[in-house]
């Protein structure tokens, strides 16, 4: 995009688009995301294995961190969400999940790398597929496919009249609608973090160069700014991550709990 | 003089209900944890999870303004 | 990747909705990769971890209760002895005390034997002394009173047995005036 920017020379200002996030592909259809995918669990991978090569009943530091990661995904999420025995077989999703969705959105954050893997859509719909089919699979296996979308489509205590209308609803919103929004909400906070802050540094930039004595002030504020954003767009990096698993596990559980 | 797509002006305006929303949530969420600080924990996810569902509208806005761009 | 950038460039701003189907099937690779690797490896010794480290604490409780039931015992122990120790020092002490009253009252009866024995020796040997005295004192008493006699008389007598029954009337007369006055000197 900076070539654009450049093309546009001292005219007009181009803001960053929808485009910014798309790269062309470098060699043989491979792009940029692609490469990043694989670093990731390339990352993942050596940290877990750093991790536990020696595991230990007192924790070393990299064991610590890895440890603390996955108590969070299993004590803090995986807990509030599926209920007793059913966390065991769900917890490796929930560990790859967060821990996969955490590590892509991170590196809008790295230098060099500047770029969230998930505000390319493809990734997370990918993703929300994947959760979808599990939770569907889940809840059906467990109260068989009518009961599972009985369960799932009238919630106990809703007055017999009203069920035409609550029952089509909760079906949009309980199995239609959730894998959409699971998705767009990774994508959307991922792709609107990556143009604000594109917005900051090139408008700063722009300012700068070519915004005369006014551009001379606004525009170093700017670049300081975005380096605050920067920074709270790692937050809400992290917080997405956390929903994200959040959301999967609740609709996990959501789907295997018990009719009340 | 002024460009641009009608269908943010719609984002724009699907982005006022959940706005208000996750206000009131952590609104909420902040009264919860001053009045029982041991609570916290609890409140939080209780609070995260109803950010992501008053957020959901907001990117249904998103969306749509894309779709129709 | 001329031909992309020609649609990009064409399309201007591509609708960012639209997945780029290949990064899709990479990104669901790379997930079931790191699903596979998470399910087989990292959960499992980190649940093998978690089983190990509650167990540990758990035998560790039990541990320190065995230890506490063990501590309680032996005070049990250790004060049952020391009442029993107590009770075996008072009894030592009654019977020692006992065994020492004895022991003086033994002694005291034994004193006593001794000095009654030696008491009754010495009056025995005074009596003995006595009488052999008193045996001589008469013979000696006889013979100067038959001397005195025989000088004053200025005959000697020749009759012995005569003599000695005269003598001994005289004593016998002597000694029966002279009794009361002997009782009340040895008293």
Redesign the interface.
């Known amino acids: 995009m900076s070539t654009r920017v450049l093309a546009a020379g001292g005219g007009e200002f181009q803001p960053p688009?929808?485009?910014s996030?798309?790269y062309?592909?470098?060699?043989a259809?491979i792009?940029k995301?692609?490469v990043l995918?694989?670093l990731?669990?390339i990352i993942?991978?050596v940290f877990?294995w750093l991790a536990?090569r020696k595991?230990s009943?007192v924790p070393g530091k990299t064991q610590f961190a890895a440890?603390s990661t996955?108590d969070f995904v299993?004590n803090t999420i995986g807990r509030d969400m599926i209920s007793g025995k059913d966390l065991?077989p769900y917890?490796?999703?929930l560990?790859?999940v967060f821990?996969?969705v955490l590590v892509n959105n991170v590196y809008g954050f790295v230098p060099f790398l500047q770029l969230p893997?998930m505000s390319?859509?493809?990734?997370p719909?990918?993703?929300a597929l994947?959760v979808w089919l599990v939770y569907n699979a889940a809840g059906m296996s467990r109260h068989g496919a009518f009961g599972y979308l009985k369960h799932q489509t009238s919630p106990p205590g809703v007055p017999v009249g009203i069920k035409p209308l609550v029952i089509p609803l909760e079906f949009l919103s309980n199995i239609l609608v959730r894998p959409l929004t699971l998705s767009?909400r990774l994508f959307a906070n991922m792709?609107a973090g990556h143009l604000v802050l594109l917005v900051f540094i090139m408008g700063g930039e722009y300012l700068l160069l070519h915004g005369g004595v006014l551009g001379m002030v606004a525009g170093p504020v700017a670049l300081v700014l975005s380096i605050v954003l920067m920074f709270f767009e790692l937050l809400i990096q992290f917080l997405q991550a956390y929903i994200f698993t959040m959301l999967t596990a609740n609709y996990i559980g959501g789907a295997l709990e018990e009719e009340h | 003089m002024l460009e641009g797509n009608i269908a943010i002006l719609g984002y724009g305006l699907s982005a006022i209900g959940p706005g208000i929303g996750i206000g009131l949530i952590f609104a909420a969420y902040i009264n919860g944890t001053a009045r029982q600080p041991e609570a916290r924990s609890v409140l939080q996810g209780i609070a995260i999870l109803g950010f992501a569902l008053a957020e959901a509208l907001a990117i249904f806005g998103l969306?749509l303004a894309?779709?129709f761009? | 990747?001329n031909e992309?950038?020609a649609v990009?460039a064409q399309a201007?701003?591509?609708?960012?909705?639209?997945?780029?189907?290949?990064?899709?099937?990479?990104?669901?690779i790379?997930?079931a990769?790191?699903?596979f690797?998470?399910?087989k490896?990292?959960?499992p010794?980190?649940?093998?971890?978690y089983k190990?480290?509650s167990e540990?604490i758990e035998g560790g409780i039990a541990r320190a209760e065995e230890a506490q039931a063990e501590a309680q015992r032996t005070l049990e122990q250790y004060k049952s002895q020391l009442a029993e120790a107590r009770a075996e020092a008072a009894r030592i002490r009654d019977d020692a005390r006992a065994e020492g009253q004895q022991i003086v009252e033994e002694m005291r009866t034994q004193a006593q034997a001794e000095s009654d024995r030696i008491i009754s020796q010495g009056q025995a040997q005074l009596a003995a002394q006595r009488s052999q005295i008193i045996a001589e004192l008469r013979s000696d008493l006889g013979r100067q009173a038959v001397d005195l006699a025989g000088r004053v008389v200025g005959e000697s007598l020749e009759d012995e047995a005569r003599r000695r029954g005269t003598v001994d009337r005289f004593l016998d007369e002597l000694e029966a005036t002279s009794a009361p006055a002997a009782e009340s000197t040895k008293s």
């Open positions: 688009g929808t485009n996030v798309i062309p592909p470098f060699v259809g792009t995301p692609m995918l694989v990731s669990i993942i991978g877990f536990l595991p009943l440890e996955y299993r065991r917890l490796p999703l560990v790859t821990t996969f893997t390319n859509p493809g990734i719909y990918g993703i994947v767009l792709f | 969306v894309f779709v761009m | 990747m992309s950038t990009l201007g701003q591509p609708n960012p909705l639209m997945p780029h189907l290949p990064e899709t099937i990479v990104g669901l790379s997930f990769i790191l699903y690797v998470v399910h490896y990292v959960v010794r980190f649940e093998k971890i190990e480290r540990r």
